[in-house]
């Protein structure tokens, strides 16, 4: 999306009462002016404003404009002891900027937490990260299971196996006690089951090309920005798609994080809400599902 297509997205989202914003990537560092002006308008109206990044971007200077920007909390990505990020990150230089932007943030006043995807590699270093992050003065971490997807798509022998989930949990739930803070497991088959048994959904993801997506690991979008304004979109359904028979198929389907290998690699399917009937929609939904959800 363009400079122009994103301020007027944010400009947009105040019509649908929007509470909670994140800015996720890629990277959106790379386009600091922009995310500088994107921060200051939606905190004109939603509660919180966020930002997932890697840190390599964020200077002293950085943390001190996105604090004067308004923003509520940066995340910033740690996979590992230096060895093991640096690594994962292609770059031989990522964990000390990751962790330098931290230090930036912190002393900018600015609330920082950690995102952390545990693998076969890294888990045993966690404690490390916890304590050292921790002592500088953040007090959450956010731990995600590894997703068989988008980059890590060739990572499947780095897949925790029961013994050493059973072990990480362990670790878990013994270091927030031990350094004082949040530590979130979050599971995305979790939210499946939620998303099932809810009456709307709470979350709208929008990629990089404007298509809107129910969650960003199933390649299903219901419409672009480009074609209606994100009201019109949630005017004429979108807040209720969890409720289209074809789509509550696909949910009930994942039942457990290797599920998600069934979409590795296939092109986003759209099936716009405004230029189709619910009817049709479920319709060319249930033809793209039955080609992937045979068994």
Known sequence: MSDSTLINLCESIESIGAKNVCLCGGEPTLRMNTVLSMIEILKKYAETVSLTTNGILISNQVAKNLK????????????????????????????????????????????????????????????????????????????QPLLILGRAKHMSDYILNDAQIIKFGKIIDRLGEDYDCLIEWKNPVDYMDHLINADQIEMISIDDHGNLM??????????????????????????????????????????????????????????????????????????????????
């Open 68 to 143: 004067n920007s308004g923003i509520d909390a940066v995340q910033v990505s740690i996979d590992g002891n230096e060895i093991q990020h640096n690594w994962l990150r292609c770059s031989d230089y990522a964990y000390a900027r990751a962790s330098e932007s931290v230090e930036h943030l912190l002393n900018n006043d600015v609330e920082v937490s950690i995102s952390f995807i545990p693998n076969t590699l890294n888990f045993n270093c966690f404690e490390n990260i916890v304590k050292k992050f921790s002592e500088l003065g953040v007090a959450s971490f956010r731990v």
């Open 214 to 295: 129910l969650i960003p690991y199933v390649p299903l979008s219901f419409g672009n920005i480009s074609n209606h304004t994100l009201g019109e979109y949630c005017k004429h359904g979108l807040t209720v798609v969890n409720k289209i028979k074809s789509v509550r198929r696909i949910l009930s389907k994942i039942l457990d994080l290797d599920s998600y290998s069934v979409f590795n690699g296939l092109s986003l399917k759209t099936c716009d809400i405004i230029e189709n009937s619910v009817d049709e929609v479920n319709d060319e939904i249930s033809s793209w599902a039955a080609s992937i959800l045979e068994n």
